[in-house]
C-alpha cells in the first residue's frame, strides 16, 4: 500500500536548535583590563568584534549562533574564560559603557546556526 508521499523529497536541512537560559550577562571591551595582556582585538571566530552586536558565549554555544538578550540580537563570535562558564559577555566599544552595563541575571535566547 502506498503512503502517499512517492516522489516527494525529504527535507535535509538541519532543524534549528532553540535554547532558553537563565543566565549571567557581562560586558567587555577590546581593553587589557576586560581581555587580559594580550588583547588583540580579534575574536574566536577569527574576526574583530562589533559594539553591541558581538557576544561571547560559553563554549556550549556554537560559534556563529543568533544569541537574544532582552530583545536584541547577537552573534556568537567570541569564547568566554573558562572561569565564567555560563556567563554571556556583550562586546561594547568603551570600558565605560562595558562598566556601565554591568553583570545583570537575564534571560538568553541561543538560536544554533
Known amino acids: 500500500m502506498a503512503s502517499g508521499l512517492a516522489g516527494v523529497a525529504r527535507c535535509t ?6 535554547n532558553v537560559y537563565a543566565a549571567i550577562v557581562t560586558a567587555y571591551c577590546h581593553c587589557s583590563d576586560c581581555c587580559g595582556p594580550n588583547a588583540a582585538g ?4 577569527g574576526r ?3 559594539a553591541r552586536k558581538t557576544v561571547a558565549a560559553p563554549r556550549s554555544v556554537l560559534l556563529g549562533s543568533t544569541v537574544i538578550i532582552e530583545g536584541r540580537r547577537y552573534t556568537a563570535e567570541d569564547r568566554t574564560s573558562i572561569r565564567h562558564e ?4 556583550i562586546y561594547f566599544r568603551t570600558h565605560k559603557e562595558a562598566r556601565e552595563f554591568g553583570i545583570r541575571k537575564l534571560t538568553v535566547t541561543v ?3
Open 42 to 45: 580579534i575574536t574566536a571566530s
Open 48 to 50: 574583530p568584534p562589533v
Open 111 to 113: 538560536i544554533a546556526p
Open 13 to 18: 536541512v538541519p532543524m534549528m536548535t532553540t
Open 86 to 89: 555560563g556567563r554571556f559577555d
